[in-house]
Nanobody
Framework: QVQLVESGGGLHQAGGSLRLSCAAS????????MAWFRQAPGKERELVAA????????GYLDSVKGRFTISRDNAKNTIYLQMNSLKPEDSAVYYC?????????????????????WGQGTQVTVSS
């Protein structure tokens, strides 16, 4: 059974930094691509950042490019989202997700419909 547990959210000021963590268990972590999604009130969930199972390839939502960095530590079964230069529009519930298929490649890694397992979410609120 896959379990994903996010941590690190909270209330932060615009311009500040924040790091989210997601600890995974239940499958061989190192063979699955991982991603961060977010959902703000009244909006659809969107893929914020994805990282391939090898860690070599990453992809980002245009609005967070240059500000957010996704990374993974396969020894700790954990992924991270470093969020810098926070903006009020970054406020949302952030979810960690694991890809449905082992060793996904290329565009498949950044296909939001391919993510099958989800954490409970962590609230990030950025005040102006």
């Amino acid at each position: 059974q896959v379990q994903l547990v996010e941590s690190g959210g909270g209330l932060h000021q615009a311009g500040g930094s924040l790091r989210l963590s997601c600890a995974a268990s239940g499958r061989t972590f190192s063979t699955y691509s991982m991603a961060w999604f977010r959902q703000a009130p009244g909006k659809e969930r969107e893929l914020v950042a994805a990282i391939s199972w090898s860690g070599v390839s990453t992809g980002y939502l245009d609005s967070v490019k240059g500000r957010f960095t996704i990374s993974r530590d396969n020894a700790k079964n954990t992924i991270y989202l470093q969020m810098n230069s926070l903006k009020p529009e970054d406020s949302a519930v952030y979810y960690c997700a694991q890809h449905a298929e082992s060793r996904s490649t290329g565009p498949d890694t950044r296909n939001p419909n391919k993510y099958a397992y989800w954490g409970q979410g962590t609230q990030v609120t950025v005040s102006s």
